[in-house]
């Protein structure tokens, strides 16, 4: 793994480590309220997160992983808390989750960051590629999370 690469993970690890220290001021209650006007709340966000950047990689690599199928039905586009059930991650399940994601990228991806795949939406051909707009994705979600806790307090 290059410099570049190895900066493409502390940069990943070093965003999701300030995701998950502004969670430690979040309450469960807190994380499961949807403020009015929203569609969603703090803890469907953190399992959205959690699954996009591995449904990314799963899209370029075609490599399928059995966890993300039932994370689709909670987490996947267009869904909602309205589809949670007795199995869904709570929210300190989620903070696991996520706190460990970055780690698991790297030891399972990060030799094979260049690796050339046939290309997917805006021309990604590389799990860099993928990991450059996974974090452009957290961003807007911490944003998200953000705003619904300003909301809440």
Do not use: C
Not at 32 to 40: H, Q, R, S, W
Not at 108 to 122: K, Q, S, T, V, W
């Amino acid at each position: 793994m290059n410099q570049r690469q190895e900066n493409l993970f502390e940069q990943l690890a070093h965003y999701r480590s300030e995701l998950l220290h502004f969670l430690e001021h979040v309450s469960e209650e807190e994380a499961n309220i949807i403020p009015a006007g929203f569609y969603n709340n703090i803890r469907w966000n953190l399992g959205h997160l959690y699954l996009d950047q591995y449904l990314w990689i799963e899209a370029l690599t075609k490599e399928k992983d059995a966890e993300l199928n039932v994370f689709m039905k909670w987490f996947g586009f267009g869904t909602s808390p309205n589809h949670f059930d007795k199995e869904t991650p709570t929210f300190e399940e989620l903070k696991k989750y996520l706190a460990r994601q970055p780690d698991q990228v790297k030891e399972r991806y990060g030799e094979r960051l260049a690796e050339e795949f046939p290309p997917i939406d805006m021309g990604m051909q590389t799990i860099e590629q993928v990991l450059l707009r996974t974090i452009f994705h957290e961003g807007l979600h911490f944003q998200a999370i953000l705003t619904i806790h300003r909301f809440l307090n």
